[in-house]
């Protein structure tokens, strides 16, 4: 008999209150897809890419007067260095963008680092625009400002949409990502667990998803014991929230993403360093969310069921404790070796739910282990799946979207690692072996019937600003995921018809 002890969050209320009374006010809301126009709108200054090489031909083709400002300037085509230059009316008539040597080959957002450098006005690359999407999908990835809590100025430039390119499609993916970014950076005393479930819920308003929550106590009664255990602590209940969207009769595609909205490590409390940015642990959550909204601006052929297991690992006397044995949805009673591996244990439930209808493809995404920022770092989104096929489509799909993703095994031999000598399982190894591997061999576990099953180890972070990538919460592999998405159902679609 394992004792679940209950708690009535209602009765600390006022705790809650005083946290909304001490919320700052919104600030401006940057529009930044309003930086992408559509090829209908005329005039814009030109942007010209040129090489090394290049230059001298071009520079012998202006006048002389611009000829010698673009020296004067000491542009030489380098890689990523641009020089605006005055036309007869001494606005800005034309910007070259180097693109260094003709061989070299450029990461494709680099040259949306412009958008931050510009002045305010309308701009459009010379045709023919190389990697045309990406270089539009950069400018609004570039341009993003996380602005909700102090006054700050936004990019201005605004880019006219090259040829081929669907402008609808790319600022579709950058609201995505911008709204991933957002939920990872805003802080937990403004996205603790039912902050998060409302935010899926204006979400799911806004494309007609439904969404439904089991929330504090009501998880042990539905059994969902082990998001119970780990978000019990907490002032704010735990729960999971369950969004689905789309026609029953379309093939299922189930995401789960990790909603530890603060992991203080619980009990095993971490040191104030590997605290600090522990606000993005609900990374996977903000991650999956941005990828169901691709999907559903996309109207793609899918039943889409998100699942998010949105809890905070906080630190009471009713906290779970190392040693303790938790019961699990599936049945198993798992032995609790740290309280700081939480991410594994509510996931596991939520994967186990998500089992039972036998999707045709499930995915998680989860800020799970320190292990994987160590193998990987954080440009990389690793990620564990036994299905081939499904992993080199999702291979694929990272270099072609430039989202960067890296296959890990589900190495089976480890699995034996996770035995227990007085529960079913325990929910971490000891050894220090393979960190991220290991706790993704729990979550498989608890999916048993599901044929294609991948879990994502993501970081969720950019510590350091990259082309398209400024400082801060980061939306990782779910471009990329959305192609595989596309792709899978877009090809089922017209077997069938
Ligand atoms: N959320 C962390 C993992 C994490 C830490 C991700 C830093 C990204 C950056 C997770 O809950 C955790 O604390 N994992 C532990 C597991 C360990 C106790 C087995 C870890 O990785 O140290
Ligand atoms: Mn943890
Ligand atoms: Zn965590």
Not at 110 to 131: I, M, Q, R, W
């Amino acid at each position: 008999m394992i004792h679940h002890p209950t708690h009535c969050w209602s009765a600390r209320a006022p705790v809650k209150s005083a946290a909304i009374a001490n919320k700052v006010s919104p600030k401006k809301v940057f529009p930044v897809t309003d930086l992408l126009l559509n090829r209908t709108r005329r005039k814009a200054t030109p942007i010209h890419m040129v090489t090394t090489q290049g230059l001298s031909a071009l520079l012998r083709g202006l006048d002389k007067s611009q000829s010698a400002w673009i020296k004067a300037q000491g542009f030489s085509g380098k890689t990523g260095t641009h020089v605006t230059i005055p036309g007869k009316t001494g606005a800005i008539g034309l910007v070259l963008y180097g693109t260094g040597e003709e061989s070299q080959q450029s990461e494709p957002f680099l040259p949306a680092k412009l958008v931050s450098s510009l002045p305010a006005g309308t701009y459009a690359f010379d045709e023919p625009v190389k990697n045309g999407e990406l270089i539009a999908l950069g400018w609004l990835m570039e341009s993003y400002r996380f602005g909700a809590y102090r006054s700050s100025s936004a990019p201005e430039a605004q880019l006219v949409a090259p040829k081929r390119v669907d402008a609808d499609a790319v600022r579709a993916k950058a609201e995505a990502v911008n709204l991933t970014r957002n939920l990872i950076n805003t802080p937990a005393n403004d996205m603790g667990p039912d902050a998060l479930e409302a935010a899926i819920r204006t979400m799911a308003k806004q494309h007609g998803a439904k969404v439904s929550s089991i929330v504090g106590n009501q998880l042990l009664k539905r059994n969902f014991p082990m998001i119970h255990a780990v978000g019990r602590a907490s002032d704010i209940a735990p729960r999971l929230v369950d969004m689905t969207w789309g026609r029953n009769t379309h093939p299922k595609l189930t995401l789960v993403g990790k909603g530890v909205c603060f992991d203080t490590g619980g009990l095993n409390l971490k040191p104030g360093n590997s605290m600090a940015l522990m606000k993005k642990d609900m990374g996977g959550a903000a991650n999956v969310l941005g990828l169901a909204s691709m999907i559903m601006q996309a109207k793609l052929p899918v039943r889409l069921r998100v699942l998010i297991p949105a809890v905070e690992n906080s630190v009471s006397a009713g906290a779970f404790r190392p040693g303790d044995i938790l019961p699990s949805r599936k049945g198993l009673s798992v032995e609790i070796g740290n309280t700081d591996a939480e991410g594994r244990l509510v996931l596991a439930d939520a994967l186990h739910l998500a089992d039972e209808e036998k999707p045709d493809l499930l995915v998680d995404m989860a800020t799970l282990t320190g292990a994987a920022r160590v193998a990987v770092g954080p440009d990389l989104a690793p990620f564990y799946t036994d299905d081939d096929d499904l992993a080199a489509a999702i291979s694929n799909a990272g270099a072609s979207t430039n989202d960067p993703v890296w296959r890990m095994p589900f190495w089976s031999p480890y699995d034996e690692w996770l035995a227990s000598s007085v529960a079913d399982l325990n929910h971490i190894t000891s050894g220090g072996f393979a960190g991220s591997i290991t706790a993704g061999l729990f979550l498989r576990r608890f999916v048993e019937k599901t044929q294609s099953y991948v879990h994502f180890d993501i970081f969720g972070w950019t510590p350091k600003a990259k082309p398209g990538r400024p400082m801060g919460g980061e939306a990782c592999a779910i471009r990329a995921l959305f192609q595989v998405v596309e792709q899978r159902y877009k090809q089922k679609a017209s077997r069938r018809r």
